[in-house]
């Protein structure tokens, strides 16, 4: 039961950058798909999820009208779509599903990270 991120790396403010999350070992195409993220020394954060029908969406305040979640259930992906990005926005990304759509919940299984550096 894999979450595998992919997509992070290093571009300047105002750039844009596009996170995958493929699942392997379990087909989580009902599940709910998250991103989270977290810098060292600090909680992680939740930045956007998606239920499993890719009809509801949610988004953190800090990213709404730059970021967009979407998915592929054919290919049991989930995407993350940032742009305008800014310097506060530097930190690893993680994907996650959970069963039931619950952004506030918890969260059933997690990915590895990838680092997003923004720099200004």
């Known amino acids: 039961v894999q979450l595998q991120a992919s997509g992070g790396g290093l571009v300047q403010a105002g750039g844009s950058l596009r996170l995958s999350c493929a699942a392997s070992g379990r087909a989580f195409s009902r599940y709910a798909k998250g991103w989270f993220r977290q810098v060292p020394g600090k909680e992680r954060d939740f930045v956007a999820a998606?239920?499993?029908?890719?009809?509801?969406?949610w988004y953190a305040d800090s990213v709404k009208g730059r970021f967009t979640i979407s998915r592929d259930n054919a290919k049991d992906t989930v995407y993350l779509q940032m742009n305008s990005l800014k310097p506060e926005d530097t930190a690893v990304y993680y994907c996650?599903?959970?069963?039931?759509?619950?952004?506030?919940?918890?969260?059933?299984?997690w990915g590895q990270g990838t680092q997003v550096t923004v720099s200004s």
């Open positions: 996650a599903a959970q069963m039931y759509s619950d952004p506030g919940g918890l969260w059933d299984y």
């Open positions: 998606i239920d499993w029908s890719g009809g509801s969406k």
